[in-house]
């Protein structure tokens, strides 16, 4: 029997200040009071970046708030957390990033098959001028659609 997925967390600011170029998945190496948190839904993503080091993937600054009933299990809330690619998968995303301007965001964490998962975006640092042109978009996308509905 297959089970869907479930998302735990979205960065919806990642979008909102970089381009998404491309997305990747990987798995995410925790503890199971981390786990217990992510269920509870204690999770932030909005300044989490990652990074490779020693051929390895990690995410940095990913803020899981630890377990009430943890107690001494519990581990540091912004640990750098290990990301689970293969070889050449980050190998690949390496070379990408030396790329200039390219980093690696977080872009959202969910459940799948009961294991948790994180996406991954190779983005690209928006300027100030292109988020005005995203907010104009999304504004004039609004008011068409409620222009088209009054009319409906």
Not at 8 to 30: C, M, P, Q, S, W
Not at 42 to 59: H, K, M, P, T
Not at 100 to 124: D, E, H, M
Request: aromatic share 8%.
């Amino acid at each position: 029997m297959e089970r869907g997925t479930k998302t735990i967390a979205l960065n919806k600011k990642a979008r909102h200040d970089y381009f998404v170029e491309e997305t990747y998945e990987a798995g995410i190496e925790l503890y199971g009071t981390e786990v217990k948190s992510l269920r509870a839904g204690q999770v932030n993503l909005r300044d989490s970046w990652c990074d490779i080091a020693n051929g390895e993937l990690f995410v940095r600054q990913m803020h899981i708030s630890p377990y009430e009933k943890g107690n001494i299990f519990n581990r540091d809330p912004l640990r750098a957390r290990r990301l689970l690619m293969h070889k050449r998968e980050i190998l690949a995303l390496f070379g990408k990033m030396q790329q200039q301007g390219y980093t690696l965001i977080p872009l959202s964490l969910y459940f799948k098959n009961a294991r948790v998962k994180v996406q991954l975006g190779l983005c690209k640092g928006k300027h100030l001028y292109d988020k005005r042109q995203d907010i104009a978009r999304r504004d004039a996308k609004r008011d068409i659609d409620r222009a088209m509905k009054q009319r409906m």
